[in-house]
């Protein structure tokens, strides 16, 4: 149990430097739930019966700053428009609320955003389906405000291997590099959630830029392939770059993710794809569930991850990316947006400082935008976009 001292310390600290949260899917579930109709979610007003995030919950959370997921799904067959609508709802939701929301762009965007006091927008792709095997594409998306690409989602992509499908490329393909240098020059962060262990070392050796893990845990506390092997981990110190750990409990807890495989297992026994939520196939899961009741991950979980990641990649290599309204279930003690001083005040017991909070929760992540800022700039002074096809390149 968290002490009320060092959630109050927890609070205080995260007045002066707040989160930067790497991945919230907002977007997506107001796709889903209400197609972009934002009165009828207004996050202005207390959302709780039907989302994680709303103003209210992101103020008591202490969050600075936030990256707005502008996923779609791989299996659309035209995901290009998809992502634009995204792009277009988090337009939308920051001229609603333009005195909580602030769009952002660069470093020093995120810094006005703090001084003002409004939570800094940023946009992220989760998926290299949504640039359509376009450098054009990419380069609009960037034009649009778009700072980071995921490369792949759970499915591989044509250039790049995903962690939750069977290999293919065997990491990136000659494609998929020059999708890393053409992010390079222009400044959008390299993204390595969801791709292959294969893809991520290969992303390494083919950056001049700092990379990040806008959701990603530790490999080695939770073997799950969502997860940041060691070896991955212990190159971040040269790169630059900035894992961010992520809450979903069946990324973070062993248990949680024995008993995924096993229902998995009991969906597909009684004839259901494991993901399908029809009303016959979720009688199955329910029964299930009943005979095996569900792991419980906790804000303790979630900061074993940081201890060992620490330990791995040092303090100038952290962040945080909750990856709210992307994840049915989250862990008890950060069940919403709200609940980032939780794990702050758990760091907090285990010894962690004011300086490394800072540094966790703030500082790694403006540094990162701002290195791959200067990386741009030497890029873009020495050469001009690729206009590289993957026709051209991979055959």
């Not at 299930?288 to 620490?310: I, S």
């Not at 919403?336 to 800072?358: C, F, K, M, N």
């Amino acid at each position: 149990m968290t002490a009320v001292g060092s959630l109050d310390a927890a609070r205080e600290l995260l007045r002066e430097f707040p989160v930067v949260d790497g991945h919230n899917d907002l977007p997506w579930a107001l796709r889903e739930q209400v197609r972009y109709d934002l009165a009828a979610r207004d996050i202005a007003t207390d959302q709780s019966a039907h989302l994680h995030t709303d103003l209210g919950r992101l103020r008591a959370g202490g969050v600075g700053a936030q990256y707005w997921s502008v996923y779609v799904r791989s299996d659309l067959p035209d995901p290009v428009p998809a992502t634009l609508e995204q792009i277009d709802c988090v337009r939308q939701l920051i001229d609603r609320h333009p005195a909580d929301l602030r769009a952002a762009l660069t470093a020093a965007d995120l810094e006005a955003a703090r001084r003002e006091g409004r939570i800094a927008s940023l946009m992220g792709a989760e998926g290299g389906h949504s640039i359509a095997n376009s450098l054009g594409t990419l380069r609009g998306l960037y034009a649009l405000g778009v700072r980071y690409l995921t490369l792949t989602h759970n499915d591989n992509v044509d250039w790049a291997d995903s962690a939750t499908d069977e290999p293919a490329v065997g990491g990136l393909s000659a494609f998929g590099r020059e999708v890393v240098r053409e992010m390079n020059r222009l400044g959008m962060l390299v993204d390595l959630s969801h791709v292959a262990a294969t893809t991520m070392r290969d992303a390494l050796d083919a950056t001049s830029a700092p990379v990040i893990f806008s959701h990603s845990s530790s490999r080695a506390v939770c073997d799950h392939p969502r997860n940041i092997p060691d070896d991955v981990l212990e190159r971040l110190p040269a790169n630059g770059g900035v894992a961010m750990v992520t809450f979903v409990p069946k990324f973070v807890l062993q248990a949680a993710v024995d008993w995924t495989a096993a229902a998995d297992d009991n969906m597909r026994a009684h004839g259901f794809h494991h993901l399908e939520t029809t009303a016959e196939a979720m009688v199955v899961h329910r029964a299930f569930e009943e005979r095996n009741p569900r792991p419980v991950a906790t804000v303790a979980t979630v900061a074993d991850h940081l201890d060992h990641m620490r330990e791995v990649a040092g303090i100038d290599h952290l962040g945080i990316g909750g990856d709210y309204d992307g994840t049915a279930f989250t862990p008890d003690g950060l069940d919403d947006v709200s609940g980032y001083p939780h794990l702050i005040a758990e760091l907090l017991d285990r010894g962690w400082s004011h300086a490394d909070l800072a540094q966790l929760t703030w500082k790694n992540s403006v540094r990162v935008l701002s290195a791959a800022e200067d990386v741009a700039r030497g890029l873009q002074a020495a050469c001009g976009p690729s206009n590289a096809t993957i026709e051209a390149l991979d055959g």
